[in-house]
């Protein structure tokens, strides 16, 4: 009896703990089912004051963007985010799409003078570089309506100030309209040198400056100036940071570049009548030299009583060297564009006298070239008197005229006194022969015969050793800036009558441009512009008899036609 009763109270103690737990796992369930509820709550809560945060944020930002955008487009309001593309264009002139123009011209943007806009480079949204990367902003006008929707064209100028090598293609572009103060003042720096030794180089950076309707500060321009290319980072401008260079005269300032080391050879180094300069040249390079000739030292080679040499010395024997000179504004002359050249093996010498067409006062640059292997050299110029010579030359004719009774010798075809012509040619025969090549008719002696050669090309006389130096200076094909082969001869006449990149003098701006190719036109062809002329002379400024405004190309027809002068 007492083990059934214990049994029961064991059995009954066991359910009501059994009971008791079930009921304690209930509770825990309960109160962890409020806690994640209350979690949630609070989560959902968090998110949206985050977000009423976010839109009054973006709302206060819209409003603060509006009111710059207000201020800075003098009431018209203009802003886009778009994609960039890069496009072959000169300049700062952007492509926009044709919304823009429509949005612009109902805002009157076109009626307050140039566009101008300002381009800020922005990440897109939710990207981790956003906030650890700086953008850089620079300024343009507007070259036409006609890009893609959704699409800003940039020209290489633009591309290049923003966005890095190593900028990421996913990048936006906040194209705003800005209104810009015309600027008075700009201080540029050259990274390269030699920019300096451009004649007129304030000419050519105004004639660059054409192509640009802003200027920003930090930017880089690019200057162009025949094959050559110079980079000038702008420091400061007034009156503001980013000016208008549309229609204004600015004061311009260019200091030399910060670093005293130079990576470019394209520069010109001093060269001093009577002081020789030491210098080494390796195979393919060049090292530059000018001088300047004045109106004294050219009236005395005018007048025949002095001649200019140019020597240069080989201190190299497994290396050879060429020399070439060119008068400015050819700067920097090379195998196919120069005025004078010596290819000859060993040491040259160039003298160059009063029947030089292209000789006169002036600055001159001259190039040593390194033809092959590292070469050192000593290079120097001076003024020779001929008048000494000239005396002895004469004091020689006069006595070779009292010679008259003379006979031509078979072999050499030299006229020998006839007393001595017997004697003459049984040693003319004997060591002396006569080049049978057509048109040579040189008379060499019997043991350089061997080394007399002609060229298969150009059937021009050289020493053997000669040969192979003047297959590769004269024959060789070179290319030419603007992409095209030929040999030398041909070269320099395409360089000085052809070529887009070679450098001529407009005769409506004045300034040294690039050619460029033939005039769009057919009446600018037919007058022989080039395209650099066809666009400036289509510029227009007040005839001096009627102040009618007439394109400076066709100013000279319209004094004919409207004013009969002549």
């Given at each position: 009896m007492d083990f059934e009763l214990r049994r029961a109270r064991e059995k009954l103690e066991k359910e009501q703990r059994e009971r008791k737990e079930r009921a304690r796992l209930k509770l825990e369930s309960s109160r962890k089912a409020k806690e994640e509820v209350r979690r949630q709550r609070e989560a959902l809560e968090a998110v949206q004051r985050q977000r009423r945060l976010d839109a009054a944020e973006a709302e206060a930002t819209a409003s603060q963007l509006a009111e710059e955008n207000a201020l800075a487009g003098r009431g018209v309001e203009f802003s886009r985010m778009l994609v960039p593309v890069s496009y072959q264009g000169i300049g700062d002139k952007i492509k926009l799409p044709p919304s823009c123009f429509t949005e612009l011209s109902e805002q009157g943007a076109f009626d307050k003078g140039p566009l101008h806009f300002s381009l800020t480079v922005e990440a897109p949204m939710g990207s981790e570089i956003a906030d650890t990367r700086t953008f850089r902003t620079t300024h343009a006008g507007v070259l036409e309506f006609t890009a893609e929707e959704g699409f800003v064209a940039l020209p290489q100028h633009c591309w290049s100030n923003l966005f890095p090598a190593d900028a990421p293609g996913s990048d936006m572009v906040r194209v705003r309209y800005v209104w810009l103060s015309k600027g008075t003042y700009a201080k540029l720096q050259t990274i390269e040198f030699g920019f300096s030794d451009i004649p007129n180089h304030k000419a050519v950076l105004e004639t660059s400056l054409r192509k640009h309707a802003t200027l920003s500060q930090d930017d880089t321009l690019t200057v162009n100036h025949g094959a050559l290319t110079y980079h000038l980072r702008v420091l400061e401008l007034k009156p503001s940071s980013s000016v208008s260079v549309l229609e204004t005269d600015i004061e311009v300032d260019i200091i030399g570049p910060e670093s005293t080391e130079n990576t470019n050879q394209h520069m010109l180094r001093p060269l001093i009548f009577g002081k020789p300069e030491n210098g080494e040249v390796d195979e393919g390079n060049y090292m530059y030299y000018k001088l300047t000739l004045d109106n004294d030292t050219w009236n005395r080679v005018s007048s025949k009583d002095a001649k200019i040499v140019v020597n240069l010395e080989s201190q190299t024997q497994d290396g050879d060297i060429d020399l070439y000179v060119s008068r400015h504004p050819l700067l920097f002359p090379n195998q196919h564009q120069h005025m004078w050249s010596s290819h000859d093996l060993g040491s040259k010498q160039l003298v160059l006298g009063a029947e030089d067409q292209n000789l006169g006062s002036g600055t001159y640059s001259v190039a040593v070239y390194g033809?092959?292997?590292?070469?050192?050299?000593?290079?120097?110029?001076?003024?020779?008197?001929?008048?000494?010579?000239?005396?002895?030359?004469?004091?020689?004719?006069?006595?070779?005229?009292?010679?008259?009774?003379?006979?031509?010798?078979?072999?050499?075809?030299?006229?020998?006194?006839?007393?001595?012509?017997?004697?003459?040619?049984?040693?003319?025969?004997?060591?002396?022969?006569?080049?049978?090549?057509?048109?040579?008719?040189?008379?060499?002696?019997?043991?350089?015969?061997?080394?007399?050669?002609?060229?298969?090309?150009?059937?021009?006389?050289?020493?053997?050793?000669?040969?192979?130096?003047?297959?590769?200076?004269?024959?060789?094909?070179?290319?030419?800036?603007?992409?095209?082969?030929?040999?030398?001869?041909?070269?320099?006449?395409?360089?000085?009558?052809?070529?887009?990149?070679?450098?001529?003098?407009?005769?409506?701006?004045?300034?040294m441009v690039q050619a460029g190719s033939c005039a769009t036109d057919a009446r600018d062809r037919f007058r022989g512009l080039s395209e650099h002329e066809s666009v400036c002379g289509s510029r227009t400024a007040p005839c001096d008899s009627c102040g009618r405004s007439v394109m400076l190309k066709d100013m000279d027809i319209h004094q004919v036609a409207v004013h009969q002068k002549n």
């Open positions: 033809f092959k292997g590292t070469s050192k050299y000593k290079i120097s110029v001076f003024v020779q008197d001929v008048s000494t010579q000239r005396l002895g030359q004469h004091a020689a004719s006069s006595s070779s005229s009292a010679e008259v009774d003379t006979v031509e010798c078979r072999n050499c075809k030299r006229y020998i006194p006839s007393r001595t012509i017997g004697l003459h040619e049984a040693y003319c025969s004997r060591h002396n022969i006569v080049c049978q090549h057509a048109g040579c008719g040189v008379v060499l002696r019997v043991e350089e015969r061997e080394r007399h050669v002609h060229c298969e090309k150009c059937s021009k006389a050289f020493q053997r050793e000669e040969i192979e130096k003047h297959m590769k200076v004269f024959h060789e094909p070179l290319q030419c800036h603007c992409g095209i082969l030929l040999e030398k001869e041909k070269m320099v006449q395409h360089q000085s009558s052809d070529c887009p990149l070679r450098l001529i003098t407009c005769r409506f701006c004045g300034d």
